[in-house]
């Protein structure tokens, strides 16, 4: 009855998790403050010594750390992976979890000399995808040896494809604010081309050329220097 109540006690703990995970698809935080939610939250469910969650460069093709619960300075400061290096690297390649009994004892994982002085054991790495495709991985470390049932698998897996999802979320909202902004400054940089056109008889190269000047000279952006001029001329026109 006792093994029945702490089940329970364990799935309801897990599905906490993952109902923590997903309301941040719909919070305000911040990317780096939501990958923090995701290990800490990982972490909890699978009573985890450290936590990483590494994502994919796509220009260097290397597994990065951006988050983790560890307060270890070797760990945090480690340096990236190719991605189909290590066990990480193997998994973000596969798109596919894998658990490692005792990485002390297996050829492919990097960082032993990390592992040995922080006494981590056994390890389960599993994929962050989205469309089907791996955007980093989510990495659980124990103390001890440990054999992940595919129950712990399965969790942790769902934990981390809705991690997936709030990360592809927020990246598409920052690239979709950015592209705003450059939008809305190339508005304000054609208006006030125009207006110098206008009043200093000026052709469109040289009156983009005065406005770039002004930003270099004032170590201003072109924005700023654009609706400087617009403003002048609105309170001329008053």
Same mark, same amino acid.
């Given at each position: ?7 329970i006690s364990?799935?309801a703990?897990q599905?906490?998790?993952i ?35 590494m994502?994919?460069?796509e220009?260097?093709?290397?597994l990065?750390?951006?988050a ?8 945090n400061k480690?340096?990236?992976? &190719?991605? *189909? ?5 193997? +998994?973000? !390649?596969k798109?596919k979890?894998? $658990?490692?009994?005792?990485?002390? =004892? ?10 040995? &002085?922080? *006494?981590?054991r056994?390890?389960?790495? +599993?994929? !962050?995808a989205?469309k089907g495709k $791996?955007?980093?991985?989510l990495? =659980?470390?124990?103390?001890r040896?440990h ?19 709030v ?5 598409l909202i920052?690239?979709t604010k ?7 400054a190339?508005?304000?940089i054609?208006?006030?081309?125009g ?8 052709s469109?190269?040289?009156?983009f ?13 072109m924005?700023?220097?654009a609706?400087a001029i ?8 008053k």
């Amino acid at each position: 009855m006792a093994g029945k109540s702490k089940k329970i006690s364990l799935h309801a703990k897990q599905l906490e998790a993952i109902s923590k995970v997903s309301r941040t698809i719909t919070s305000n935080l911040y990317l780096e403050d939501i990958l923090k939610l995701i290990v800490t939250v990982a972490a909890e469910v699978t009573n985890s010594k450290i936590c990483s969650l590494m994502l994919i460069d796509e220009k260097t093709k290397e597994l990065v750390l951006k988050a983790t619960q560890s307060m270890s300075e070797a760990y945090n400061k480690k340096p990236p992976l &190719k991605v *189909g290096e290590g066990i990480a690297g193997m +998994v973000a !390649l596969k798109n596919k979890p894998l $658990a490692v009994y005792d990485i002390s =004892n297996e050829p492919e994982y990097r960082y032993k000399d990390i592992a040995k &002085k922080e *006494g981590l054991r056994s390890l389960l790495s +599993v994929p !962050l995808a989205v469309k089907g495709k $791996a955007i980093g991985v989510l990495n =659980n470390y124990t103390s001890r040896p440990h054999n992940f049932s595919e129950e712990e698998i399965t969790v942790l897996s769902t934990v981390a494809n809705q991690a997936a999802i709030v990360i592809e979320n927020a990246e598409l909202i920052v690239k979709t604010k950015v592209v705003q902004g450059e939008l809305e400054a190339r508005k304000v940089i054609e208006k006030a081309k125009g207006i110098l056109m206008k009043e200093q008889k000026l052709s469109e190269d040289e009156a983009f050329r005065k406005i770039q000047k002004q930003s270099m000279d004032l170590r201003k952006s072109m924005r700023e220097i654009a609706e400087a001029i617009i403003l002048i001329d609105n309170m001329k026109k008053k």
